[in-house]
C-alpha cells in the first residue's frame, strides 16, 4: 500500500513538472515569435558558421567522459527528477511511467516542436546571466560562474555529477565570448558571439533526441 501511494505521488508529481516545462516552453515559443524575439533569434542563426560548429562534439565528449566519471561518486548520481521517475532531461519529457505508451515520444515530441523555434533565446539568456560582463571578471570569479552555470541545472532535475560535467560547456562560452571580446571590445558582440556556440552546442543534443524519438516513435 505504501508502495503504491508513493506511486501515485510520483506520478502526481510528475505531472506537475511536465505541465509546468510545457508552459515555461510555450512561453519561450511566444517570446520567440514576437518582433524582438524574431530579431535576437535572426542575429543568432544566421550567423552561425563553422567555428561554432566543430568543437561541439569534442565539447561534448569531454562533458560525457567527466559526467560518467562523476556519478560514480556515492551521491553525485542524484537528481530530483530521476527520483520521481523521469529520465534524462525533463524538458525533453522523458519517464518511466509512460514506457510502453504512446506518450513515450508524444510528450517529448510536443516538447520539441516547442523548444526548437526559441533555442536560441534560452541560450542567449544563460549567456546574458554567466558570461556578459566577464571582461573584468578576475580569473577565480570566471571560474566560478563556470561552475555555477552547471549546477544551476540541478534545479532542472540533471543529476549533480551531471550538472557538475556541464561546466565544461560553460567553460567553452566562456571562451568564446573572451575571445571575442579580444576581438571586437564589445561585451553585446562576445555575447552574441557566445550564445551562437551556446546554440550550436544545443541545437546538437535537441537533434540527437530527435533521433531518439524518432526511432522510439517507429519502434
Same mark, same amino acid.
Given at each position: 500500500?505504501? !508502495?503504491? +501511494?508513493?506511486? /501515485?505521488?510520483?506520478? *502526481? +508529481? #510528475?505531472? !506537475? *513538472?511536465?505541465? =509546468?516545462?510545457?508552459?515555461?516552453?510555450?512561453?519561450g515559443l511566444r517570446r520567440s515569435l514576437t518582433g524582438d524575439g524574431r530579431a535576437t533569434v535572426r542575429a543568432i542563426v544566421s550567423r552561425i558558421r563553422w567555428? /561554432? @560548429?566543430?568543437? $561541439?562534439? =569534442?565539447?561534448?565528449?569531454?562533458?560525457? !567522459? $567527466?559526467?560518467?566519471? &562523476? @556519478?560514480?561518486?556515492?551521491? &553525485?548520481?542524484?537528481?530530483?527528477?530521476?527520483? @520521481?521517475g523521469g529520465e534524462g532531461?525533463?524538458? =525533453?519529457?522523458?519517464?518511466?511511467? #509512460?514506457?510502453?505508451?504512446v506518450w513515450e515520444w508524444l510528450i517529448p515530441a510536443l516538447f520539441l516542436l516547442l523548444l526548437i523555434p526559441a533555442l536560441p533565446l =534560452?541560450?542567449?539568456a544563460e549567456e546574458q546571466m554567466f558570461r556578459r560582463g566577464a571582461e573584468h571578471w578576475s580569473r577565480r570569479r570566471r571560474a566560478l560562474k563556470v561552475v555555477q552555470f552547471g549546477l544551476v541545472h540541478t534545479f532542472i532535475g540533471i543529476p549533480v555529477g551531471t550538472a557538475i560535467?556541464?561546466?565544461?560547456?560553460g567553460a567553452y562560452f566562456m571562451h568564446t565570448y573572451l575571445r571575442e571580446f579580444a576581438t571586437s571590445g564589445s561585451a553585446s558582440e562576445a555575447t552574441m558571439e557566445s550564445a551562437r556556440a551556446h546554440t550550436t552546442y544545443n541545437g546538437i543534443i535537441? !537533434? +540527437?533526441?530527435?533521433? $531518439?524519438? @524518432?526511432?522510439?516513435? &517507429?519502434?
Open positions: 500500500m505504501i !508502495a503504491d +501511494l508513493e506511486s /501515485h505521488v510520483d506520478d *502526481v +508529481l #510528475t505531472v !506537475a *513538472v511536465l505541465g =509546468f516545462v510545457g508552459v515555461r516552453l510555450a512561453t567555428r /561554432h @560548429i566543430w568543437p $561541439v562534439p =569534442f565539447v561534448l565528449a569531454s562533458v560525457v !567522459a $567527466v559526467a560518467t566519471t &562523476l @556519478i560514480r561518486v556515492p551521491g &553525485l548520481r542524484w537528481g530530483w527528477w530521476s527520483a @520521481i532531461n525533463p524538458v =525533453f519529457g522523458s519517464n518511466e511511467s #509512460t514506457i510502453g505508451t =534560452f541560450a542567449y560535467a556541464l561546466s565544461v560547456g535537441v !537533434a +540527437l533526441v530527435v533521433v $531518439v524519438v @524518432i526511432a522510439t516513435a &517507429l519502434s
